[in-house]
């Protein structure tokens, strides 16, 4: 089945460390989304990527980074992961942005540990 | 985007309906209605979305009031797997709206064997 698949499932890191966090889709679809979801709070959205086109939220620290190869592949990296960076990070695309009838498809997320 | 205004939980017996209900009454006339749950320890999944009408699919229905400040998303018989934090999200249909979901608290739905 068509699906967006996070690798790893569970990431251990030391505070300091860099970390990339890779998702995969299967789906063609043109936008792909990082979302970081804190324990009890609901899912941020990070930045995304239409396409090639870049878009970060205003309020994303520069501490995260993204890159998008290629239309399959999309990558979170953390540059110096701290203590507060430990969370569920949840890939997600959609075929076009700011469409209001579309829906977004997800991953099963990346659940990070900060050491 | 327009906010929502969810219940924090809510708690259903097995095999029972559940009714779960959003305000939003500050959307606009071009917003798209749509819900997404949250399974404990996986990302966030489509439920259903509308705009005026009521719409059913195979996991739910939703009934949109007349004057759209309100919605129910309706499990028609929950069982245990239904069990999830459930999110009413407007989707701006001005062309200035957010790219992406903005999610609320959602409703932590409980199911009672």
């Known amino acids: 089945d068509a699906m967006v698949i996070q690798n790893p499932r569970y990431q251990v890191t030391q505070f300091g460390k860099p970390v990339t966090l890779s998702c995969s889709q299967t789906l063609n679809h043109n936008v792909m989304y990082w979302y970081q979801q804190k324990s009890s709070q609901a899912p941020k959205l990070l930045f995304h990527y239409y396409d090639k086109d870049f878009n970060n939220e205003a309020d994303t620290p520069d501490n995260f980074q993204s890159r998008r190869p290629n239309t399959s592949f999309c990558f979170l990296d953390i540059r110096s992961p701290g203590l507060g960076d430990a969370a569920m990070y949840l890939c997600a695309t959609s075929r076009t942005p700011r469409t209001t009838n579309e829906k977004l498809f997800f991953g099963s997320g990346t659940q990070l540990s900060v050491l | 985007d327009a906010k929502t205004t969810q219940p924090n939980s809510m708690e259903s017996n097995e095999e029972e309906p559940v009714h779960l209900p959003c305000n939003h009454s500050?959307?606009?006339?071009?917003?798209?209605i749509h819900w997404y749950r949250q399974l404990p320890s996986q990302g966030p999944e489509y439920v259903i979305h509308g705009l005026t009408s009521n719409v059913n699919n195979r996991m739910a229905s939703l009934a949109i009031a007349e004057d759209r400040k309100s919605s129910t998303l309706i499990l028609h018989r929950a069982t245990l797997r239904d069990a999830a934090v459930y999110y009413c999200?407007?989707?701006?249909?001005?062309?200035?709206?957010?790219?992406?979901?903005?999610f609320g608290k959602g409703t932590h739905l409980i199911i009672q064997p």
């Open positions: 500050t959307i606009s006339g071009t917003d798209y």
């Open positions: 999200i407007l989707r701006s249909g001005s062309g200035g709206g957010a790219d992406g979901l903005t």
